[in-house]
């Protein structure tokens, strides 16, 4: 499976934009998704998950309220829409497919990984 990440950009604070993750070929209807993030000199970290039906949701809390993540499984196609960006959102956002069909915040769940997409939020 082959996860490709797009929508990233330069937004300015206050501004919206939405990633959307597109799998090469139908993944297991099992499933979650989830979404990352990487800034410069930090850490990745979790930002949002999806159960494989699309019903459970879990955000990180400082993004709870702004961002809210999506799927369409006929499309192959996971989505975080991203609201009232912050410049402490500037990153770079990565897709993946997790081994479990309920999302998890940790990464060593998740086997298969996008290239990313950078995201710049400016003041």
């Known amino acids: 499976v082959q996860l490709q990440a797009c929508g990233g950009g330069l937004v300015q604070a206050g501004g919206s934009l939405r990633l959307s993750c597109s799998a090469s070929k139908r993944t297991s209807s099992n499933n979650a998704m989830g979404w990352f993030r990487q800034a410069p000199g930090k850490e990745r970290e979790f930002v949002a998950g999806?159960?494989?039906?699309?019903?459970?949701?879990i955000y990180t809390d400082s993004v709870k309220g702004r961002f809210a993540i999506s799927r369409d499984n006929a499309k192959n196609t996971v989505y975080l829409q991203m609201n009232s960006l912050k410049p402490g959102d500037t990153a770079v956002y990565y897709c993946?497919?997790?081994?479990?069909?309920?999302?998890?915040?940790?990464?060593?769940?998740?086997?298969?990984w996008g290239q990313g997409t950078l995201v710049t939020v400016s003041s």
């Open positions: 993946a497919s997790n081994r479990l069909s309920q999302p998890t915040t940790t990464s060593e769940f998740y086997r298969y």
């Open positions: 999806i159960d494989w039906r699309g019903s459970t949701t």
